[in-house]
């Protein structure tokens, strides 16, 4: 009997430096029934080219990452759709135990993310700060759906590209979909701000569409940087074995991302990190 086949869908743009090993990654997966769609937004790097040179199916649309997924699942020929990021690295097994877990009956499937700690102290305290999210129902989405179910509840909201995997994981719920969590296998996201410059630029871009996602979906515990998973006892626990420094940094970050995505807000920001890093760098 043939397996089913799993469509990822990538959105980039200008991600030459990321690409590479994430379609390797693809390449080594132990589930070999899957197709690659990227859907590329005018990139004036090679990255239409990398992704071709691996085989994937490119197509080109705008002007942001939702309508981009959107229109990846729209070309789709997958019995299942998994998006994921051009700076996401994936776990040998990720597919074969997301393709397990729709098999014994869900629907989708949150896939394990955490951030690569190395490349900076921001890095780390992302790593930490995503692992406290894990299995709180709360600060978790599911990304690897059955392609009818996606379609049926309307994808993504193509007016947001702060949090619209949040967004799109609580009308899955509505929906009555089951959702399932990956045990062995995860994500790791490689694309981390190298600094705090970085870190601001980020976060200043996102201001401009996170009031749109609040508006939406008014959840006090989304708003507030003070998140009740860094409170729970067994991750402070490890947090305090592994990494003392973070039982502060984390919640400092958090504030400070809360800080600039405000400030951004009120300054109605239109930072294009894409294309204007290096200016924007000695601006800030």
Request: charged share 25%.
């Amino acid at each position: 009997m043939t397996e089913p086949l799993v469509s990822i869908i990538i959105p980039t743009r200008n991600s030459e430096k990321t690409l590479p090993l994430c379609l390797r990654s693809i390449e080594k997966q132990t589930y070999k029934n899957i197709e690659v769609i990227v859907v590329d937004n005018y990139s004036k790097d090679k990255t239409v080219e990398i992704a071709k040179s691996y085989g994937a199916r490119v197509y080109f649309k705008g002007p942001e990452r939702s309508a981009q997924k959107n229109f990846g699942a729209l070309k789709a020929q997958g019995d299942y759709v998994y998006f994921i990021d051009a700076d996401f690295v994936l776990h040998a097994r990720v597919v074969e135990e997301a393709v397990s877990l729709a098999k014994e009956g869900y629907d989708a499937v949150v896939i394990l993310n955490i951030s690569d700690p190395r490349p900076s102290l921001v890095a780390k305290i992302r790593f930490y700060e995503r692992l406290s999210y894990y299995g709180s129902e709360m600060y978790e989405a599911a990304r690897f759906i059955k392609k009818d179910l996606f379609l049926k509840v309307g994808g993504f909201d193509i007016r947001l590209y702060a949090n619209e995997d949040y967004e799109l994981h609580q009308r899955l719920l509505r929906a009555g979909a089951k959702i399932a969590k990956t045990k062995n296998s995860f994500e790791i996201h490689i694309g981390e701000p190298s600094s705090i410059k970085e870190f601001i630029i980020k976060n200043l871009y996102y201001a401009s569409n996170i009031s749109t996602y609040f508006r939406k979906n008014p959840n006090i515990r989304h708003m507030t940087p003070l998140r009740p998973t860094f409170f729970r006892k067994s991750f402070i626990g490890h947090l305090g074995r592994k990494w003392l420094p973070g039982l502060f940094l984390v919640i400092l970050f958090k504030v400070l991302q809360a800080t600039v995505i405000g400030l951004g807000i009120l300054i109605k920001s239109n930072v294009l990190p894409y294309e204007n890093i290096q200016k924007l760098r000695r601006v800030i």
